[in-house]
């Protein structure tokens, strides 16, 4: 028998113990032993729930407990969580977990301790919810070089997007929606901007290349300047607006961001709509690979955070080497990287010819609006577009995804 303890017995915590109770059978016969909840750590008590039974509130008895082999950490944050996985790893014992923060922040250092210790640290769920997405990189596409990634990594952001799509509706009476509705936090800040997605993007793109891509250092733009004019001429431009966390080899480079882009019919995540995620890969040898399902919710996500339990319970006492080395990924600069944009500017007096002088051949999009000029520009690096935005009063810009 394998035992199990849970640190956290919130939303993705509480769905695990039930996912593993009410799933027993189906998953003794995958693991090839029982699995067995056996404490679960939390500083709250839950009288009117049978897990009172196991909870304790100190973590040192679930470091000192010999029969442990796996710990589960769904507390979220970064502390205590990581003083917690360091320990558990450093006491013999495999983690998995859906923390994208503690990944993203310390996922070589904690992989290492694994691999010296023997055990594993996995952290299926941290990136795409319920959606497979970190073993498949790590093992069905591992023969090839992965080229591109690219991805509506938060449910958040997508049903926004999709409102205002589908409703015309603007941006504030969309979100207080989706808080409403439970879809965004109370404090939605790293959901709309681009934050949490920033985080997903950095896990994939360091277990695509092998090195350390760290957060900071992508640029992040979320979705709080969208407008419903901006949905108005996305829809003449037959194209739909999502956030993407992207990341794409160039040369020896890679170059990564967040931020909202314009796709049209043709694109695969086209028709990603609504609290849905999705995950596009390209490699060098199979091709476009897509993965989507629902990138959070309790039992999504608490079924991925399972599947790393069957399969660290399937590798007691050997380590599943990961390839993520503290060495740092060689970044493209934003300013070389090349875009479509459109664009909308303050119209004026001569205005087109004022954006034709500052911008080269452009293709104008008519929407209706008076006040303003929209506009499609040429392929054009970062730096060429911030210089020519410097000559005319732009309102805001969207790339197209490319």
Known sequence: MIKVSVLGYGTVGSGVVEIIRENADIITRRAGEEIQVKSVLDLRDFPDDPIQNIIVHDFEEIRKDEEVQIVVETMGGLHPAYEFVKASLESGKSVCTSNKALVADYGPELLEIAQKHNVNFLFEASVGGGIPIIRPLKISLAPDEIMEISGILNGTTNYILTEMTEKGSDFDSVLKEAQDKGYAEKDPTADIEGFDACRKIAILTSLAYGKQLNFEDIYTEGITKITDRDIVYAKKLGAKIKIFGSSKKIGDKVSAMVAPKLITGEHPLYSVDGVFNAILVKGNMVGDVMFYGQGAGKLATASAVVSDVIEEAKHVNVNMRTLWDYEQ??????????????????????????????????????????????????????????EAAGQVEVINKIRFDS
């Not at 090349?338 to 007096?349: A, P």
């Open 329 to 386: 990924l060689d970044l493209m600069p934003l300013d070389e990287v090349s875009f479509r944009f459109f664009v909308r500017v303050k119209r004026g007096q001569e205005i087109a010819s004022a954006v034709e002088k500052a911008f080269g051949h452009v293709t104008p999009v008519e929407a209706g609006f008076t006040d303003e000029f929209g506009f499609v520009t040429e392929k054009i690096t970062e730096k060429a577009y911030e």
